[in-house]
């Protein structure tokens, strides 16, 4: 809110008194009048300043901004969205989804893969720089390529999205964007309420009142099962012991869609992601900043649980996560509001999308020093108590009898297409990894 808006709109609260200071006033000298008039225009310049174009966008959060500010209105932007969003003639079913966070990992590879089948597809991402954003800009050349237009701009931005849905009937939301990483939420906890929250509940906001309401697929995280000790985690455990902030604002992210299907009748399908890795992947993750550290010749810790125990992750390889989105997404039902206001029941589903095969972290590291053929530099230490948890293990027969989810990589034959793709894409010094 600007400070003139700070003035009573509704006349008679509000009364403007004829100030007889200014027929007092009377100018001691030229100095002082050019002082006085010189004053007054600075304030107007101000004013004009701070009250900028609403078609210019500026990122919101300080903590974590790009310098940019990005235009998305005109002729040219419109022409470029409706491109984007177009179905291919050739496909008779096609939908059109607008991916959030599409120049991330998780949304890179589903965009390509709606792209390739077909869809319309339109990206939105703020670019942060929570990991180099270079990566996310290489990412947004490769989609560029097959015709995917990502729009800059937040989530937390209400009139872009407004904007946007204006513009294209989406008919689904491919909700990725978030402020990923568990360790991370004890740095920078604001961003993950920023994103996780605030921008989640955004973006609904905005569902539930176009017309038509898309269906909303998004992404929670296997963190939700927090310090579970009952393994496999299943859909139907309870998760009410987070281990960190990050994990706490996914749960948060599930009550917060189970009221959103309850009150205003929106579809929406959460997926548990159980450690997403393969190319394009992220550099704060482990398995990307040990391969980093292993050819830099630098040590890497290993955490380690109580008394020496084991700590493992059930390591999900990215194409068998891009499988259950899209499976997702087609097996969601249409959302039941319209005009804000709920019509009917409405669907509300979770999945753990998993691998269901656990692998300690010092075995990841094995196969990373066969694929790169560099022994690494080990230190073994005791896991930080910073939002880890020891071990997870998806129980994935609810997805693979409502979307037909069969994961088919091992971390073996991921991490092998990893690696590849590592070497080449920093290949020569051109691009140096950065977290
Ligand atoms: O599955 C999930 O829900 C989550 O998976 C990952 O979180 P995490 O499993 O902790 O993945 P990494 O940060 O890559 O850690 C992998 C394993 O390596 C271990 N680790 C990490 C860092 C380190 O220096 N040493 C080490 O042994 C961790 O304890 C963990 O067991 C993602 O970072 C989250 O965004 C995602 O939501």
């Known amino acids: 809110m600007s400070r003139l808006d700070d003035i009573p709109s509704s006349p008679g609260k509000f009364k403007m008194e004829k100030s007889t200071y200014l027929n007092r006033l009377r100018f001691q000298s030229p100095l002082t009048k050019f002082a006085f008039f010189s004053f007054f225009l600075l304030c107007f310049i101000s004013v004009l300043f701070l009250r900028s174009p ?17 235009s998305y209105s005109g002729p040219a932007f419109e022409k470029k ?30 965009s390509a893969a709606l792209k390739r089948r077909g869809d319309g597809v339109v ?94 697929v998004w992404a929670s995280s296997s963190s939700v099962y927090g310090l579970n000790t009952k393994v496999p985690f299943s859909e139907k455990d309870k998760t009410d012991q987070p281990a960190s902030l990050y994990a706490a604002t996914k749960k948060a992210g599930e009550e917060i869609a189970h009221t959103y299907n309850h009150i205003y009748g929106l579809s929406l399908t959460g997926l548990r992601f159980f450690t997403v890795y393969g190319p394009w992947g992220r550099p704060d993750m482990a ?6 550290d292993i050819l830099k010749g630098k040590s890497i810790s290993i955490f380690e649980s109580a008394n020496h125990g084991t700590v493992a992750r059930d390591f999900t390889y990215i194409d068998d996560i891009v499988k259950g989105c899209l499976a997702a997404l087609d097996t969601s039902e249409k959302s039941t509001g319209s005009g804000g206001k709920k019509k009917g029941p409405a669907q509300l589903r979770v999945f753990n999308l998993g691998n269901t095969s656990p692998v300690p972290v010092s075995d990841l590291v094995r196969i990373l020093e066969k694929h790169l053929k560099v022994k690494a530099k080990k230190k073994m230490i005791k896991m930080p108590r910073n939002g880890d948890v020891p071990y997870t293990h998806a129980n994935i027969s609810l997805a ?3 979307l037909g989810y069969k994961p088919t990589t091992d971390l073996q034959t991921g991490l092998k297409k990893f690696v590849r793709w590592y070497l080449s894409y920093y290949s020569g010094g051109k691009k140096s990894a950065a977290r």
Request: glycine residues 6%; aromatic residues 10%; charged residues 20%.
């Open 123 to 216: 990206g939105l991402d703020n670019f942060n720089d929570y990991y180099d954003p270079s990566l996310k800009r290489a990412r947004q050349a490769l989609l560029e390529q097959s015709g995917i237009f990502i729009v800059e701009g937040d989530i937390n931005d209400v009139e872009l999205l407004r904007k946007l849905f204006k513009i294209v009937s989406f008919t689904h939301v491919m909700h990725l964007a978030a402020q990923a990483g568990v360790r991370y939420a004890m740095e920078n906890p604001s961003s993950y309420v920023h994103s996780n929250i605030a921008g989640f509940v955004n973006l609904l906001e905005v569902c539930k009142s176009v017309n038509p309401q898309p269906s909303i």
């Open 81 to 110: 969205l409706r491109n984007s969003a177009k179905i291919r003639t050739s496909s008779s079913n096609g939908i059109t989804v607008l991916v959030t966070g599409a120049a991330g990992f998780v949304g890179t590879h589903v």
């Open 287 to 292: 398995y990307f900043f040990f391969t980093k």
């Open 400 to 402: 693979r009898s409502e």
């Open 54 to 70: 609403p078609s210019v966008y500026t990122q919101s959060d300080p903590s974590r901004r790009s310098l940019r500010t990005y």
